[in-house]
Protein backbone atom coordinates (compact mmCIF):
# COMPACT_ATOMS: atom_id res chain seq x y z
CA UNK A 1 0.00 0.00 0.00
CA UNK A 2 1.32 3.61 -0.94
CA UNK A 3 0.50 5.74 2.12
CA UNK A 4 1.97 9.67 2.52
CA UNK A 5 3.46 11.12 5.45
CA UNK A 6 2.83 14.67 6.65
CA UNK A 7 5.16 15.43 9.22
CA UNK A 8 7.45 12.52 8.55
CA UNK A 9 10.34 13.61 9.74
CA UNK A 10 8.90 14.93 13.48
CA UNK A 11 8.76 12.91 17.08
CA UNK A 12 5.77 10.07 15.98
CA UNK A 13 6.06 10.69 12.34
CA UNK A 14 9.61 9.45 11.27
CA UNK A 15 8.83 6.37 14.11
CA UNK A 16 5.87 6.05 11.91
CA UNK A 17 7.51 6.25 8.47
CA UNK A 18 9.95 3.54 10.36
CA UNK A 19 7.01 1.53 10.80
CA UNK A 20 5.10 1.54 7.62
CA UNK A 21 8.16 0.85 5.81
CA UNK A 22 9.25 -2.25 7.81
CA UNK A 23 5.61 -3.58 7.21
CA UNK A 24 6.19 -3.72 3.56
CA UNK A 25 4.34 -0.29 2.65
CA UNK A 26 5.75 2.45 0.06
CA UNK A 27 6.14 5.52 2.12
CA UNK A 28 5.74 9.03 0.89
CA UNK A 29 7.51 11.69 2.94
CA UNK A 30 5.90 15.39 3.09
CA UNK A 31 8.02 17.62 4.67
CA UNK A 32 10.04 20.61 3.79
CA UNK A 33 13.35 18.19 4.55
CA UNK A 34 11.57 16.18 1.74
CA UNK A 35 11.28 19.27 -0.61
CA UNK A 36 7.50 19.63 0.00
CA UNK A 37 6.00 22.77 1.31
CA UNK A 38 2.30 21.99 2.75
CA UNK A 39 2.18 25.84 3.52
CA UNK A 40 2.35 26.59 -0.03
CA UNK A 41 2.09 23.36 -2.34
CA UNK A 42 5.15 23.90 -3.33
CA UNK A 43 6.64 20.38 -4.74
CA UNK A 44 3.07 18.73 -3.52
CA UNK A 45 2.08 18.34 -7.46
CA UNK A 46 2.14 14.48 -8.24
CA UNK A 47 3.40 13.43 -4.43
CA UNK A 48 0.19 11.73 -3.59
CA UNK A 49 0.19 9.50 -7.42
CA UNK A 50 -1.06 6.00 -6.04
CA UNK A 51 -1.42 7.29 -2.35
CA UNK A 52 -4.09 5.70 -0.65
CA UNK A 53 -3.88 7.13 2.68
CA UNK A 54 -2.62 9.87 3.77
CA UNK A 55 -1.06 10.45 7.82
CA UNK A 56 -1.12 14.31 9.03
CA UNK A 57 1.20 14.52 11.94
CA UNK A 58 2.53 18.05 11.30
CA UNK A 59 3.31 20.15 13.99
CA UNK A 60 4.78 23.90 14.14
CA UNK A 61 6.61 25.75 17.14
CA UNK A 62 4.39 28.34 18.47
CA UNK A 63 1.86 28.95 21.51
CA UNK A 64 0.17 31.66 19.50
CA UNK A 65 -3.30 30.98 18.59
CA UNK A 66 -3.18 32.69 15.37
CA UNK A 67 -0.52 31.77 13.94
CA UNK A 68 -0.87 27.67 14.99
CA UNK A 69 -4.71 27.82 13.30
CA UNK A 70 -3.22 29.87 10.44
CA UNK A 71 -0.62 26.98 9.68
CA UNK A 72 -3.14 23.65 10.86
CA UNK A 73 -6.01 25.09 8.57
CA UNK A 74 -3.63 26.08 5.52
CA UNK A 75 -2.05 23.39 5.65
CA UNK A 76 -4.42 20.76 6.00
CA UNK A 77 -6.86 22.19 3.08
CA UNK A 78 -3.99 22.42 0.90
CA UNK A 79 -3.51 18.64 1.21
CA UNK A 80 -7.09 17.78 1.47
CA UNK A 81 -7.14 19.84 -2.54
CA UNK A 82 -4.14 17.63 -3.34
CA UNK A 83 -5.82 14.48 -1.72
CA UNK A 84 -9.24 14.75 -3.41
CA UNK A 85 -7.29 15.23 -7.00
CA UNK A 86 -5.52 12.85 -6.94
CA UNK A 87 -8.12 10.29 -5.28
CA UNK A 88 -6.87 9.45 -2.05
CA UNK A 89 -9.42 7.13 0.07
CA UNK A 90 -8.44 8.49 3.60
CA UNK A 91 -7.19 11.22 5.59
CA UNK A 92 -6.08 10.46 9.09
CA UNK A 93 -5.19 13.14 11.51
CA UNK A 94 -3.39 13.09 14.74
CA UNK A 95 -4.91 15.53 16.87
CA UNK A 96 -4.50 15.95 20.77
CA UNK A 97 -6.52 15.14 24.15
CA UNK A 98 -8.77 17.53 25.32
CA UNK A 99 -8.12 20.50 22.74
CA UNK A 100 -11.68 21.73 22.90
CA UNK A 101 -12.04 21.71 26.36
CA UNK A 102 -8.62 23.84 26.74
CA UNK A 103 -8.05 27.18 24.78
CA UNK A 104 -4.15 27.73 24.65
CA UNK A 105 -2.96 29.31 21.99
CA UNK A 106 -1.81 25.74 20.03
CA UNK A 107 -5.12 24.04 21.25
CA UNK A 108 -7.38 26.23 19.40
CA UNK A 109 -5.19 25.92 16.10
CA UNK A 110 -5.86 22.12 16.32
CA UNK A 111 -9.23 22.66 16.96
CA UNK A 112 -9.31 24.29 13.64
CA UNK A 113 -7.66 21.85 11.80
CA UNK A 114 -9.85 19.20 13.06
CA UNK A 115 -13.03 21.19 11.71
CA UNK A 116 -11.65 21.72 8.23
CA UNK A 117 -10.88 17.86 7.97
CA UNK A 118 -14.59 17.60 8.87
CA UNK A 119 -15.42 19.93 6.48
CA UNK A 120 -13.51 18.77 3.58
CA UNK A 121 -14.45 16.27 0.85
CA UNK A 122 -12.23 13.23 1.64
CA UNK A 123 -13.22 10.38 3.74
CA UNK A 124 -11.41 10.50 7.40
CA UNK A 125 -10.58 9.32 10.81
CA UNK A 126 -9.30 11.64 13.40
CA UNK A 127 -6.97 10.19 16.32
CA UNK A 128 -6.22 12.36 19.68
CA UNK A 129 -3.70 11.21 21.81
CA UNK A 130 -2.27 12.50 24.81
CA UNK A 131 1.23 14.02 25.06
CA UNK A 132 4.38 11.81 23.98
CA UNK A 133 7.39 10.70 26.69
CA UNK A 134 8.75 12.94 24.89
CA UNK A 135 7.65 15.58 26.08
CA UNK A 136 9.53 16.43 29.52
CA UNK A 137 12.71 16.38 27.46
CA UNK A 138 10.84 19.31 25.09
CA UNK A 139 10.02 21.57 28.08
CA UNK A 140 13.60 21.73 28.79
CA UNK A 141 14.25 23.74 24.90
CA UNK A 142 10.61 25.35 24.97
CA UNK A 143 10.28 26.69 28.73
CA UNK A 144 11.15 29.70 29.97
CA UNK A 145 13.76 30.13 32.60
CA UNK A 146 14.79 32.81 35.31
CA UNK A 147 18.68 32.29 35.06
CA UNK A 148 19.14 28.67 35.59
CA UNK A 149 15.52 27.81 36.86
CA UNK A 150 13.44 26.42 34.46
CA UNK A 151 9.80 27.13 34.61
CA UNK A 152 7.40 24.22 33.44
CA UNK A 153 3.70 24.20 33.21
CA UNK A 154 1.82 22.45 36.11
CA UNK A 155 0.38 20.34 33.44
CA UNK A 156 -1.26 16.58 34.22
CA UNK A 157 -0.76 14.06 31.24
CA UNK A 158 -1.04 10.37 30.66
CA UNK A 159 1.90 10.44 28.58
CA UNK A 160 2.01 7.87 25.84
CA UNK A 161 5.15 6.00 23.76
CA UNK A 162 5.21 7.67 20.17
CA UNK A 163 5.82 3.77 19.30
CA UNK A 164 2.47 2.94 20.32
CA UNK A 165 0.81 6.29 18.54
CA UNK A 166 2.52 5.59 15.47
CA UNK A 167 1.36 2.07 15.29
CA UNK A 168 -1.76 2.82 15.93
CA UNK A 169 -2.23 5.41 13.24
CA UNK A 170 -0.37 2.81 10.84
CA UNK A 171 -3.38 0.36 11.76
CA UNK A 172 -5.92 3.27 11.05
CA UNK A 173 -4.49 4.28 7.64
CA UNK A 174 -4.63 0.45 6.42
CA UNK A 175 -8.54 0.39 7.22
CA UNK A 176 -11.56 2.39 6.45
CA UNK A 177 -12.25 5.84 7.23
CA UNK A 178 -13.81 6.18 10.65
CA UNK A 179 -14.78 9.62 11.88
CA UNK A 180 -13.43 10.24 15.48
CA UNK A 181 -12.22 7.60 17.07
CA UNK A 182 -11.13 6.76 20.91
CA UNK A 183 -8.44 8.55 22.45
CA UNK A 184 -5.18 6.88 22.50
CA UNK A 185 -3.38 7.41 26.18
CA UNK A 186 -0.29 6.05 28.37
CA UNK A 187 -1.29 3.90 31.29
CA UNK A 188 -0.04 6.70 34.19
CA UNK A 189 -0.67 10.10 35.08
CA UNK A 190 2.21 12.44 35.51
CA UNK A 191 3.00 15.81 36.38
CA UNK A 192 4.79 17.59 33.49
CA UNK A 193 7.29 19.21 35.98
CA UNK A 194 7.81 16.03 37.71
CA UNK A 195 8.77 14.47 33.99
CA UNK A 196 11.12 17.18 32.93
CA UNK A 197 13.10 17.11 36.73
CA UNK A 198 13.31 13.35 35.94
CA UNK A 199 15.12 13.97 31.86
CA UNK A 200 17.54 16.21 33.33
CA UNK A 201 17.90 13.76 36.29
CA UNK A 202 18.76 11.24 33.67
CA UNK A 203 21.03 13.50 31.77
CA UNK A 204 23.10 14.08 35.16
CA UNK A 205 21.67 17.57 35.60
CA UNK A 206 20.59 19.26 38.40
CA UNK A 207 18.96 22.24 37.01
CA UNK A 208 16.37 23.68 39.06
CA UNK A 209 12.57 23.09 37.72
CA UNK A 210 9.75 25.46 39.63
CA UNK A 211 6.29 24.63 38.90
CA UNK A 212 4.53 27.43 36.82
CA UNK A 213 0.60 27.98 37.17
CA UNK A 214 -0.78 29.58 33.90
CA UNK A 215 -3.58 31.70 34.88
CA UNK A 216 -7.00 31.21 33.42
CA UNK A 217 -9.38 28.81 31.94
CA UNK A 218 -6.29 27.18 29.89
CA UNK A 219 -4.12 27.21 33.08
CA UNK A 220 -6.78 25.33 35.03
CA UNK A 221 -7.92 22.71 32.70
CA UNK A 222 -3.98 21.78 32.54
CA UNK A 223 -3.99 21.70 35.99
CA UNK A 224 -6.86 19.57 36.66
CA UNK A 225 -6.69 16.62 34.17
CA UNK A 226 -8.24 18.26 30.88
CA UNK A 227 -5.17 16.52 28.67
CA UNK A 228 -5.95 13.07 30.29
CA UNK A 229 -9.10 11.44 28.30
CA UNK A 230 -11.78 9.87 30.09
CA UNK A 231 -13.58 6.39 30.25
CA UNK A 232 -13.36 4.53 26.67
CA UNK A 233 -9.48 5.46 25.68
CA UNK A 234 -7.25 3.23 24.19
CA UNK A 235 -4.40 2.61 27.01
CA UNK A 236 -1.18 2.27 26.14
CA UNK A 237 1.85 0.19 27.47
CA UNK A 238 4.98 1.82 28.19
CA UNK A 239 5.00 3.92 30.88
CA UNK A 240 6.83 7.06 30.98
CA UNK A 241 9.89 5.38 33.90
CA UNK A 242 9.90 2.75 31.32
CA UNK A 243 10.58 5.27 28.49
CA UNK A 244 13.24 7.46 30.73
CA UNK A 245 15.09 4.23 31.59
CA UNK A 246 15.71 3.33 27.78
CA UNK A 247 16.91 6.34 26.88
CA UNK A 248 20.92 6.71 26.64
Known amino acids: MRIAVAGGTG ?95 YYVGKVAQEHAVEDGKVPFTILRATQ ?5 AQMIDRAPSI ?13 VAASEV ?3 LARIAGGVPQG ?11 SVPSMTRRVLRKRGSRRPVMTAFLPGKAGKGMRN ?13 QTFDEWLEAQA
Not at 69 to 88: I, K, M, Q, S
Not at 147 to 159: E, K
Not at 180 to 190: I, S, T
Request: hydrophobic share 45%; no cysteine.
Open 11 to 105: VVGSVLVEQLRSSGHEVVVLARAAGVDLMTGSGLEHSLDGVEAVVDVLSVATSAAGRATEFFTTTTRTLLEAEYAAGVRHHVLLSIVGIDEIPFG
Open 132 to 136: FHEFG
Open 147 to 159: GPVLLVPQMTSAP
Open 166 to 168: AAE
Open 180 to 190: RVPDLRGPREE
Open 225 to 237: GGLVPGDGATLGR
